[in-house]
């Protein structure tokens, strides 16, 4: 998990993403440390929402890069 939200502390500041990018980066890392849900449920709703932004077309190709070796690191942690 240290891994996963190391991740999207560099993507939260990466000032060459979108702001929205960041924004829910950074939300979406405070939603996963919440513990009041199962691990798998938090990585459900994180990888949903993060794979509706890597398709938004305003969002730089290392950016999208970016979200997805994110998302394979959270199908990884939900499957653990």
Known sequence: MDEVVYLMDELSQDVSVPRNVRKHASDSKAKL???NESLDLRCATIISQLDD????????????????????????????
């Not at 969002?59 to 939900?78: D, M, N, Q």
């Open 33 to 35: 440390l919440k513990e």
């Open 53 to 80: 932004l890597a398709s938004d077309p305003n969002v730089p190709s290392h950016g999208r890069t970016f979200l997805y070796t994110i998302i394979s690191k959270l199908e990884a942690l939900a499957k653990s």
